[in-house]
T-cell receptor, first 115, second 112 residues
Framework: AQSVTQLGSHVSVSEGALVLLRCNYSSSVPPYLFWYVQYPNQGLQLLLKYTSAATLVKGINGFEAEFKKSETSFHLTKPSAHMSDAAEYFCAVRVFYNQGGKLIFGQGTELSVKP | DAGVTQSPTHLIKTRGQQVTLRCSPISGHKSVSWYQQVLGQGPQFIFQYYEKEERGRGNFPDRFSARQFPNYSSELNVNALLLGDSALYLC???????????FGEGSRLTVL
């Protein structure tokens, strides 16, 4: 069965520091992987997605993620954190079935940014 | 263009009651999916509808049901509410059965 595991339920960084949010996946087929961000009391916004093209994926707001098959990882990074990056981040894998598809999400990582 | 719209945004119910949540997809999108997000957890898949038919169902009890209308909008119904049904219910739409999902802001249900 396909799944994702996010390491660390809470990450705290200083403004301007590197952001690294970890995600490992389990999949018997080439995975479609996603990172979403959720601000308080809001829905999910797509940051970036991997769909078997380039292994380094660039997303919105300066985020990027690298697909590493050998490590079954899809970690999210940003070189310099901004206060506005404080939010909940979810890694997800797309699972396809006969007549459709669904997302399986990790537990989420809350990112705090200190001034 | 309008995104996915959900109503109501917040509601409070008591145990045993029934609730109906509504979702309007992005114009041109024919598939609607529902997810439940309990506080502190990632969203969990409940249903997918495409062309008014159920195409996928998650591991939820029969108290949960949904339908999709000819205009592709959708309703999620939950009967005999339990305290554990308190959650943010997210609707997502896509162009087809396997298209990229676009999420609404959610309906936050509190069961007392």
């Amino acid at each position: 069965a396909q799944s994702v595991t996010q390491l660390g339920s809470h990450v705290s960084v200083s403004e301007g520091a590197l952001v690294l949010l970890r995600c490992n996946y389990s999949s018997s087929v080439p995975p479609y992987l996603f990172w979403y961000v959720q601000y308080p009391n809001q829905g999910l916004q797509l940051l970036l997605k991997y769909t078997s093209a380039a292994t380094l994926v660039k997303g919105i707001n300066g985020f990027e993620a690298e697909f590493k098959k050998s490590e079954t990882s899809f970690h999210l990074t940003k070189p310099s954190a901004h206060m506005s990056d404080a939010a909940e981040y979810f890694c997800a894998v797309r699972v396809f079935y006969n007549q459709g598809g669904k997302l399986i999400f990790g537990q989420g990582t809350e990112l705090s940014v200190k001034p | 263009d309008a995104g996915v719209t959900q109503s109501p945004t917040h509601l409070i119910k008591t145990r045993g009651q029934q609730v109906t949540l509504r979702c309007s997809p992005i114009s041109g999108h024919k598939s609607v999916s529902w997810y439940q997000q309990v506080l502190g957890q990632g969203p969990q898949f409940i249903f997918q509808y495409y062309e008014k038919e159920e195409r996928g169902r998650g591991n939820f009890p029969d108290r949960f049901s949904a339908r999709q209308f000819p205009n592709y909008s959708s309703e999620l119904n939950v009967n005999a509410l339990l305290l554990g049904d308190s959650a943010l219910y997210l609707c997502a739409s896509s162009t087809g059965q396997r298209g990229e999902l676009f999420f609404g802001e959610g309906s936050r249900l509190t069961v007392l």
